[in-house]
C-alpha cells in the first residue's frame, strides 16, 4: 500500500542549529504536504504545508522544500529553540478532504539549551 | 479557531469491556476522523465520516466502530476492549474547502487491562 517514510526517528540538536527531517512518499497523485508538530499532552498541530506546484515555502524559521520527481519532502527548523522540542509528523495528501492523508512515522526533535 | 474537544483525556477499562470515545468540533467541519496512534507507527486511519450517519473504514477498523448523528460529534466505539488497543486515539476534522488540513484534538489515552 501507499506509506510515507520519515527520517530521523529521533532527532537532538544544541540551541541555535539547524534540525533537517526527511520524508519519502510513494504515492504520485499526492498533491498536499502538510507537517504538523504535536507536544507534550496535546494533539498534533499544522506548522507549515506545501502543495505540488510549489518547490519550496518558508515561514520565519520554518521551511519545507518539496522534489516531486524524487517524491521527497523536507522540513528545516533553524535556529532552533528549546520551545521547538516536539514530535514532528509529515503527511502526504491526495486532495481536498484529507481522505487520503498518510502520516509518517513522526520524528521526536530534543532543542537541548 | 477551530475548536475540537474528546471527552477524555485518560481512560482505562478492562478487558471485555465497551468503550465509548467522543469527539465534538465547533467549525461545523463536514469531515471527521478516528486515527490511533503508537510509538514508531504514526497515526494510523480507523474510521472516518464525510457526513451524518456516513461512514468509511480507514486502514485498521477492525475492533471499532463508529456513530456520527450529529454533524459536530462523533465516537468511537470498542465493542470489547482488548489489550492490545490500549493506545493514543485522536480525533481530527477537515474542512472540505480547506484542501486536507486536519484540526485535532487533545487525544484520548485509553489503557485496557
Known amino acids: 500500500g501507499e506509506n510515507v517514510e520519515q527520517h530521523p526517528s529521533t532527532l537532538s540538536v544544541q540551541e541555535g542549529d539547524s534540525a533537517v527531517i526527511k520524508c519519502t512518499y510513494s504515492?504520485?497523485?499526492?498533491?498536499?504536504f502538510p507537517w504538523y508538530k504535536q507536544e507534550l499532552g496535546k494533539g498534533p498541530q499544522l506548522i507549515i504545508d506545501i502543495r505540488s506546484n510549489v518547490g519550496e515555502k518558508k515561514d520565519q524559521r520554518i521551511a519545507v522544500t518539496l522534489n516531486k520527481t524524487a517524491k521527497h519532502f523536507s522540513l528545516h527548523i533553524t535556529e532552533t529553540q528549546p520551545e521547538d522540542s516536539a514530535v514532528y509528523f509529515c503527511a502526504a495528501s491526495t486532495g481536498t478532504g484529507g481522505f487520503k492523508t498518510i502520516f509518517g512515522a513522526g520524528t521526536r526533535l530534543f532543542v537541548k539549551a | 479557531d477551530v475548536k475540537v474537544t474528546q471527552s477524555s483525556r485518560y481512560l482505562v477499562k478492562r478487558t471485555g469491556e465497551k468503550v465509548f470515545l467522543e469527539c465534538v468540533q465547533d467549525?461545523?467541519?463536514?469531515?471527521m476522523f478516528w486515527y490511533r496512534q503508537d510509538p514508531g507507527l504514526g497515526l494510523r486511519l480507523i474510521y472516518f465520516?464525510?457526513?451524518?450517519?456516513?461512514?468509511e473504514k480507514g486502514d485498521i477498523p477492525e475492533g471499532y466502530s463508529v456513530s456520527r448523528e450529529k454533524k459536530e460529534r462523533f465516537s468511537l466505539i470498542l465493542e470489547s476492549a482488548s489489550t492490545n488497543q490500549t493506545s493514543m486515539y485522536l480525533c481530527?476534522?477537515?474542512?472540505?474547502?480547506?484542501?486536507?488540513?486536519?484540526?485535532f484534538g487533545p487525544g484520548t489515552r485509553l489503557l485496557v487491562l
Open positions: 481530527a476534522t477537515d474542512d472540505l474547502l480547506a484542501s486536507g488540513t486536519q484540526y
Open positions: 465520516s464525510y457526513d451524518v450517519k456516513m461512514k
Open positions: 467549525m461545523d467541519h463536514e469531515n
Open positions: 504515492d504520485s497523485a499526492s498533491n498536499y
